[in-house]
Each structure stands twice: as structure tokens, then as C-alpha cells.
């Protein structure tokens, strides 16, 4: 990218520092010419002036004028008889006098009173006009040297070329080091990316004085970020994911040895022990139900089967799954649910959605063992309100951010442990999120937390 952008830079800086070159030789080469032609119009016009009706006693005056003229501008200037003899000269004619003077009668076309012309032949400028000299008709012809004009117009070329020459190498090192300026921070970006790339992220992405660049770096920062989160999730999940697993296959190894060894002939024991497999094999099913769903949902292999349904019905229905907690765990459930509301939603994904969010209040819940579950109608938005009240130790505003990220279990201890993968919530998350549906949590450190979905209210079922 440096040499590209030095290469581009360079080259436009060439040609543009080439095309103006060009333009303004072009330029002073036309404006010398139209100057020297000024010039030598103001010259005839005023040695016209002065010699013009003046007669042989005035031949020293003119003499003077026409040399003074002739040696602080640097011109050659003839009085000249209509039939081509020379009268007054301030040089030697030249040895092609016929040949000049032939071209001056070409130019003037026959002499007139006050006829002026200018003309080029050769390497000279020629300014010609018709006067009398001494009662005789005569030609004033002034010869202004075009090398003079060359010469200011190759001087002025020098002077380009120099300024070009020097402006191109300015331009060679402005464009390396603005090179350099603008392709540090991506190599930056890509050493410290590659380094990411391999595990590190403590890792920082520089910023940049370019916006563009320092908003990649922040980007980059927060992807960054996000992937470390993520893979202290996922190494966190691994570590619950073995001790949760472990523990269950553990206890259904024992109690079925226990059945076969020790209880199997005595109906009560044998039962309680079967009792103990089968929910250990529940919990199991759970901890990978929970990961199956999480992966399904996240990679979007499940549509959204919308229907209309009774919620009340529906929530009553999962509440009564949690009843064996009541019944050995000393769990209370205190529900609060208005009769025969309708809401419109995929039935399976709600499922899920609640039995989560009721799990979840399960878990966490105080040493009361309390979970308040409530299912309102409100009317004025046309929503209904499901929420579920636990009394445990509160979320403190810092985790609220990350509590619907996958993998993320409060790090709080408890003093009951901690059943789940930590995917819950984010389940809720992803489902609730396809529905367009208004979900949140509130809560204060130490008062417990409320999670809280607003389902849409529809007038009921439809006809079958």
C-alpha cells in the first residue's frame, strides 16, 4: 500500500507539475510576442512622431532621437526612400537590403499618409509606417531583434524547469512520507490483528490521526473485546459444562449400582433410588437441551411458527412443571395470572422463553426460596405484561449489560449452587429478539430482580 500510494502520488504530482510547465512556456512565449509587439508599436508610434514633416535642418535632432532610441532599446531603425534608398540609418544596411525592403513594400501596400504596420520576417519584429522626411515620401522601418524575446522566454523556461525540477523532488518526499503516515497504522492494525489471531487479547488497536482508521481501531477494539468475552464464556461453559455433566453421570452411575446391589428387593428404597436417577437424567437432559437449543437458535435453523393461543392456560401449564420443587425442595411459587388472554407468538419458542426465565428465578432466589411469578393485562399499550420475582441477591448495574450474552452466569456466590450453562437468558434473548418483543430486567443490588417480557393481546383464538 506505501509504494501504491507513493508511486500514484508521484506520478499525479509529475504530470501535473509537466502540464503546467507546458502551459506556461506556452503561456510567456505569447505573452513576450504580444509585449515585444506593444513595444515595438510605442517605438515606431513615437520615432514616427519626431520625424514625420521634419526637414534636412532637423537632421541632427532626428539623428539623435533615432539613435538614443536604437541604443537603450536595441533596435535598428531606417528612414527609407520610397524607391528602397536608405536616407537615415542607425546601422549599415544589411547585405540583404533588397530583400528587406521588398518585404516592406509587400507589407505597407503602396505608401499612404499615417499607414502603420508590423510584421515578421525571420527572426525580427518590423514596424513600418508611411511619413515625409525633408518634402520627400519616405518609409520609418524599426527591426526589433526576436532573439531578445527567445531569450526571456528560455530564461523564464530555466526558471520553470528549476522550479519543477525542484517542486517534483518536494513532491517525491511529501508523497513517502504522507505514504508512510497513512499506511503505519493499517501495518499497526495488522501485526497487532495477527497477534489477536493467535490468543493474545490484551492486545491494544492504536487510533490514528485519519477518522477512518481510528474508527477501525475502535471497531476493532470492541470486536476484540467481544471475542475475549466470548471465549472466557466458552472456557467458563467448558468448566461448568464437565463439573454439571460429571456430577449427574456420577450420581446415576452410583444409584443404579445401589439398585442392583443393595435396594432392589426392598420396593421403597429401590423406588427412591430410581427417583434420584430419573432426575439426575432430567438435569442432564436440560444441561444439553440448553446447549442444542442455544446453538439452533443462534444459527437460525428454526422458524418462527406464529399462531394465536391462550397464554394464561399456557403459563399455568409450565408452572405446573415446577411443582415437584415445592413438593422436595421447599420451593414457593406465588403466581398472579389474569384469566383468558390471547397473545400471538411461535408456542414452542414461549416455552422456552418462560421456562427459562422461571429457572432462572429458581437459581437464583434468596435462602426464602420465593419466586413470585405474575401475568398481567394492560390494557392502555394493548400488551401483556409476564414477569417473574425473584428474592436473591440482585443484579448490580455493570453485569445488567452482560447478563443476556451466551455463556455469562453471575459471579456471585450462593449459597445454594448454581444449576445451568449460562445460556439461558441468552436464549430468551435470541427468541424474543425474532419476535420483536419488549423484554428487560430490573433490579437493584440486594432487592432481588424482575425479568419481564410484554407479549402482544390479541381478542382470542381463532376459528377452527
Known amino acids: 500500500m506505501q509504494v501504491v500510494l507513493w508511486r500514484y502520488f508521484a506520478v499525479f504530482t509529475v504530470l501535473i507539475i509537466a502540464v503546467v510547465s507546458i502551459v506556461c512556456s506556452g503561456i510567456l512565449g505569447s505573452a513576450y510576442s504580444t509585449q515585444a509587439r506593444d513595444r515595438i ?3 515606431g508610434s513615437g520615432l514616427t512622431h519626431v520625424i514625420d514633416g521634419k526637414t534636412s535642418a532637423f537632421v541632427g535632432e532626428v539623428v539623435g532621437e533615432m539613435n ?7 533596435i535598428d531603425i531606417f ?3 520610397v524607391e528602397g534608398r536608405p536616407v537615415i540609418c542607425t546601422v549599415e544596411p544589411p547585405d540583404n537590403w533588397d530583400e528587406i525592403f521588398g518585404e516592406l513594400n509587400s507589407a505597407v501596400n503602396g505608401w499612404t499618409q499615417g499607414r502603420q504596420t508590423i510584421y515578421s520576417s525571420g527572426t525580427m519584429f518590423n514596424y513600418a509606417s508611411c511619413l515625409t522626411f525633408d518634402n520627400e515620401q519616405c518609409y520609418l522601418l524599426v527591426r526589433y531583434p526576436l532573439f531578445i524575446v527567445q531569450q526571456s522566454v528560455s530564461s523564464m523556461q530555466v526558471y520553470i524547469i528549476i522550479i519543477a525540477a525542484v517542486a517534483i523532488v518536494l513532491a517525491f518526499i511529501i508523497s513517502y512520507v504522507l505514504a508512510q503516515r497513512i499506511s503505519r497504522p493499517i501495518r499497526d492494525i495488522s501485526a497487532t490483528a495477527t497477534r489477536m489471531a493467535k490468543g493474545d487479547y490484551s492486545v491494544q488497536f492504536a487510533s490514528a490521526e485519519f477518522e477512518e482508521i481510528a474508527q477501525l481501531s475502535e471497531s476493532l477494539n470492541y470486536a476484540k473485546d467481544e471475542i475475549k468475552k466470548s471465549d472466557d464464556f466458552q472456557k467458563e461453559l467448558l468448566a461448568n459444562v464437565s463439573h454439571d455433566l460429571r456430577t449427574p453421570l456420577t450420581m446415576i ?3 443404579a449400582s445401589m439398585v442392583k446391589e443393595i435396594s432392589g428387593d426392598d420396593p421403597q428404597k429401590r423406588n427412591r433410588h430410581l427417583q434420584v436417577i430419573i432426575d439426575e437424567s432430567d438435569r442432564l437432559t436440560g444441561l444439553v437441551n440448553d446447549i442444542l437449543n442455544a446453538s439452533k437458535v443462534s444459527a437460525g435453523l428454526s422458524e418462527l411458527n406464529k399462531k394465536v393461543f391462550n397464554l394464561t392456560d399456557f403459563v399455568y401449564g409450565i408452572m405446573n412443571k415446577f411443582d415437584y ?8 411459587f406465588y403466581v398472579d395470572i389474569d384469566p383468558n388472554m390471547y397473545t400471538f407468538a411461535d408456542e414452542e419458542k414461549i416455552y422456552q422463553v418462560i421456562y427459562n426465565l422461571v429457572s432462572n428465578a429458581v437459581n437464583y432466589t434468596g435462602e426464602d426460596k420465593c419466586v413470585y411469578v405474575s401475568l398481567k393485562d394492560r390494557p ?3 400488551r401483556i405484561r409476564f414477569a417473574v420475582r425473584d428474592t436473591g441477591k440482585g443484579i448490580s448495574d455493570e453485569e445488567k449489560e452482560h447478563i443476556w450474552d451466551r455463556y455469562y452466569r453471575s459471579k456471585d456466590a450462593h449459597a445454594r449452587p448454581v444449576k445451568g450453562t449460562g445460556l439461558g437468558l441468552n436464549i430468551v434473548k435470541i427468541i424474543l429478539q425474532a419476535h420483536s418483543f419488549d423484554f428487560g430486567v430490573q433490579s437493584q443490588k440486594g432487592n432481588g430482580s424482575t425479568f419481564y417480557v410484554d407479549f402482544p393481546e390479541v381478542s382470542s383464538e381463532p376459528d377452527k
Open 68 to 74: 538614443r532610441y536604437a541604443f537603450s532599446e536595441g
Open 41 to 43: 508599436s510605442a517605438l
Open 253 to 255: 452411575k452410583a444409584y
Open 79 to 81: 528612414v527609407v526612400g
Open 325 to 332: 420443587l415445592q413438593e422436595t425442595s421447599g420451593y414457593k
Open 380 to 382: 392502555e399499550s394493548s
